[in-house]
């Protein structure tokens, strides 16, 4: 690995913003040569994204290069001086040389043309070959990233598609034109564990079959040690660290990087202990090994749920009659009692948000019965429900989408406290809203801006601390840390159980990361194609999975130490559908028990269609 392929050289970027100029980026350099997985990793803010886009000359014209330079040397070994091309030259080489893998795959893709049309786009803009030629490798290169149905994905628009196929049709797309360097900015953040696994071994492979090169930004340490050759360590606009990875995790040496690896969430911590922790944090007070006992399963369950469903209907015909429907959740059962931590597991699709915002009542749901605290909930009116609300809260999947683009972020957590009228004005709210800024790690002053100058991980901590104000009794988190880096996540999760210990407040915990789930977890719900396939307590769970589903669940988390990278076999055959004629039924599932308060879907369960 002599030849580089890519050279950071003291590359300083700033931004002008409506409170002044604000430093991305402080001056940093790195390398990658060919054939090498770079992994640059950081928390949010750090300047990762900042980075990537920089190099692929897709910087807003907010950003102020202040110094440095970036060279690249293509595929004929010409070198080109990315930061003085043309905005033409720059699209030349995009695509072409260099091609980038985005984190959401939904806004990346268009919504509006079909699979096909957006893998031939590339190569017929490029010049490369002719129409019929550019299907033939589009085809192609939907094989190459393991996805079976070639003809059916081609002629379906992406939203059809569900989040792990579309991030395979992203890495074909890059790879269209076979560029020397991919980008993969958090390319597997939105996924659940078993579609992250294989994407992980696809990129892996793709790499080694071409000598490509990848710069692979995650904030997931898991993903580098499986993944990375080398890592570079980023705080607050600096690289702090560098090596291969195997000196990162076993002799890291800046303290960042030391606090980075010591708030890993890894599957098996908990393997002999009855009650959820919290993550130790390096200089922190708090005693960080105490147990968190709080959930009282002396008392009655809090919530009790009782045939839950939710179906979406799909019409068609003359008269848009209903002709199937979408069964996304049938018929579960669950309690939640005083003080626990519920999780619910599964992979994108299984149902899993839909039963969170059907208790919240934001979508049409149907029930045998719903009680919270003794009383029969679900036949109220939307009228009745509303004080509920107050005790029932949601922190949602994307902040972004939850938060107001035109209030600050000081009136978004004060709003609650206003509508309740637990306060009477915003000056007498301040002092509430200044406390929750800080208890999820963001400083006072940042009541003052819009939720477009934050990063991703920082807007998941305001939705978290709107959710707090009002102290709950039961809080929906809905992926509330899967956009977070590891060290915030640590934070934000011992911030919860703090929550929960002071306050009694029970949490659903929504989330397809294991290993966090079987920190923060007293039981766990395994949903599978709207059904709960096992629950039981998180020991039980983890330590003896009854069902084929949550055994490949646990099989898929990847593994936080480099030297210990094992070989996966994938079946890449499709889910079963959901999706059913109208009129059709469904039986209850039944279930047999696998231990004290463990229960197991009895009979086949079929994983495939």
Known sequence: MTDTVLSVQQLDIRFKGRSGMSHALKGISFDIHAGEIVAVVGESGSGKSVTSLAVMGLLPETAIMAGGDIIYHDQKSTEHHLLKLTAEQQRKLRGREMAMIFQEPMTSLNPVLKIGDQLTEALRDHHLCSRKVAVEKARELLTRVRIADVDRVMNSFPHSLSGGMRQRVMIAQALTCSPKLLIADEPTTALDVTVQARILQIIKQLQCESDMSVMFITHDMGVVAEIADRVVVMFR???????????????????????????????????????????????????????????????????????????????????????????????????????????????????????????????????????????????????????????????????????????TVGFTIAEPLLLHGLVKSLTEAEPQVHALLKSVGLPTEYASRYPHEFSGGQRQRIAIARAMALKPQIIIADEAVSALDVSVQAQVINLMMDLQKSAGVSWIFISHDMAVVERIANRVAVMYLGQIVEIGPRSAVFNHPAHPYTQRLLASVPIADPKNRPQRIFDDSEMSSPLRKAGISVAKIPYRQAGPDHWVADGLFPLTQ
């Open 237 to 407: 606009g600096e690289i702090v660290e560098q090596g291969s990875v195997e000196q990162i995790f076993s002799q890291p040496s800046h303290p960042y990087t030391k606090s980075l690896l010591a708030a890993i969430p890894r599957l098996g911590d908990m393997r002999n202990k009855s009650w959820p922790e919290r993550f130790p944090i390096p200089g922190e007070t708090v005693n960080a090994v105490q147990e968190q006992s709080t959930a009282r399963y002396d008392l009655p369950p809090l919530l009790d749920v009782r045939g839950l469903k939710v179906y979406y209907p799909i019409r068609g015909g003359l008269l848009s009659a209903i002709t199937h429907n979408v069964h996304a959740v049938e018929q579960i059962d669950f309690s939640l009692w005083p003080g626990e931590t519920l999780a619910i597991v599964g992979e994108s699709g299984c149902g899993k948000s839909t039963t969170g915002r059907a208790l919240m009542r934001l979508l049409k749901s149907e029930s045998e019965s719903i009680y919270f605290h003794g009383k029969e909930i679900s036949s109220l009116t939307d009228s009745e429900f509303h004080p509920l609300r107050r005790e029932i809260q949601m922190v949602f999947q994307d902040p972004y989408a939850s938060l107001n683009p035109r209030l």
